[in-house]
């Protein structure tokens, strides 16, 4: 099992921001993230919103960073932390900017750029965008296809109902070979489906955990799966938030101060399929660094023990 990290003060949403984190600075974060590089944390995540409507605001807030953005400072101040959205929306960028962007993060790196992409949920944050909510599905398999297209081809083309590009040059390309990493966030259908077509990884959301086997099943059943390897990635305190962010003080979210408690839990998940988790932290951490300490006990106590 990988260990990964949660950038602090990335975003307020309420069912998983603590008060402390409103303080940290950008400085702050940047040395918070040096420390999980140096303890051989596997990457930091962050999630992105570009609008939050006013009527989302209290339990979504409107703090949020642009991921690649982010990533690629992050990626200045570490050396072997592997860089990762969750989620960038996929429908609210030109695909071209997308790819840009993180073969640019990947280049720059050395290697270190993993996309995790989202269809998106707030039709509002669309509408503003002046982006089709209701084709929003369509438009990222398209996405995805032309993405993966400016990275791997040498003379890049695609022709599709939303993306249209030939006679055209791309690089840098992803220094990973032939690209760097896709994981896909999302619990419908649809998103398994898209999975099984294009990616290397899958995050749930809402997706009860006693169905990820069921799911992973699913996804390895489709014709168009070739068999590479799917990771999973899911944290426990995802089981607080609830679709539109609301609260849902599921008792299994909280951090533990018990190491014991944190490896059964993070054995729990490996039996369901999870390769990649983000150890909770407990509630009542009083600053940077409680925070800082937090993340040396769990290198220091739980990483050895989960192999």
């Known amino acids: 099992m990988k260990l990964n990290v949660g950038v602090p003060n990335s975003m307020h949403v309420a069912a998983m921001v603590q008060p402390w984190e409103y303080a940290l600075s950008g400085s702050d974060i940047g040395i918070a993230m040096k420390v999980a590089d140096e303890l051989g944390y596997n990457k930091c995540m962050l999630g992105e919103h570009f609008v939050v409507p006013q009527s989302h605001i209290e339990l979504s807030g409107d703090h949020y960073f642009h991921t690649t953005v982010a990533l690629g400072y992050i990626g200045g101040q570490t050396k072997n932390l ?7 929306i996929l429908p609210l960028q030109s695909p071209l900017v997308h790819a840009k962007a993180w073969s640019t993060l990947d280049w720059l790196s050395g290697g270190r750029a993993e996309a995790l992409f989202g269809v998106g949920w707030l039709k509002e944050e669309f509408d503003m965008l002046n982006v089709s ?19 791997t081809q ?16 791309f690089a840098p390309k992803p220094l990973q070979a032939p690209r760097l990493p ?15 077509k294009f990616a290397d990884g899958w995050s749930p959301f809402r997706t009860p955990p006693e169905k990820f086997p069921d799911c992973l099943d699913f996804i390895k059943s489709q014709s168009e799966y070739d068999g590479r390897p799917i990771s999973m990635f899911f944290a426990l305190e995802m089981l607080n938030v609830g679709a539109h962010h609301e609260i849902l003080d599921d008792p299994r979210a909280p951090g533990s101060r018990s190491t014991q408690q944190i490896i059964d839990q993070i054995g729990w998940l490996k039996e369901l399929g999870i390769t990649e988790t983000i150890v909770p932290l407990p509630p009542g951490i009083s600053g940077m660094d409680e925070y800082v300490d937090r993340l040396r006990w769990v290198a220091a106590e739980i990483m050895p023990r989960i192999g």
């Not at 592997?82 to 960038?88: F, G, I």
């Open 82 to 88: 592997r860089l990762s959205s969750s989620v960038s």
């Open 133 to 151: 909510f209701e084709k929003r599905g369509r438009m990222a398999d398209e996405y995805l296809a032309s993405i993966i297209a400016l990275w």
């Open 182 to 196: 896709i994981w896909l966030g999302g619990d419908a259908e649809a998103v398994l489906k898209r999975v099984a």
């Open 154 to 169: 040498e003379k890049p083309e695609f022709e599709g109902e939303f993306v249209r590009f030939r006679d055209i040059g």
